[in-house]
Nanobody
């Protein structure tokens, strides 16, 4: 099993930036696809970005393309999400996940292990 701990969330004004981090422990991060997901109250969790085991392939939801960048450092067992040009609609709890996606790496149902989340709030 792998344990995931997110950090880096906070409050920022629209147009600002944040960098989320996810620390993996208990297993080698390179065994897993990893991704960032977000959820707001009353809505389903949605995929934001995902990366293949060695970062060769990346996947983004359309609404964040060109603004967010996912990256990983397997030597440090870390996953990152650089978020630029933040918008109020990006406000959500952001979760890190690890797994073995079969179909679409951006789908939450493809992931087995989840962190507790970090809150991102963007004010207008």
């Amino acid at each position: 099993q792998v344990q995931l701990v997110e950090s880096g969330g906070g409050s920022v004004q629209a147009g600002g930036s944040l960098r989320l981090s996810c620390a993996a422990s208990g297993d080698t991060a390179s065994r897993f696809y990893m991704g960032w997901f977000r959820q707001t109250p009353g809505k389903e969790r949605e995929g934001v970005a995902a990366t293949s085991r060695y970062g060769v392939s990346t996947y983004y939801v359309d609404s964040v393309k060109g603004r967010f960048t996912i990256s990983r450092d397997n030597a440090k067992n870390m996953l990152y999400l650089q978020m630029n040009s933040l918008r109020p609609e990006d406000t959500a709890m952001y979760y890190c996940a690890a797994g073995y996606p079969v179909a679409k790496p951006i789908l939450p149902g493809e992931y087995n292990y989840w962190g507790q989340g970090t809150q991102v709030t963007v004010s207008s």
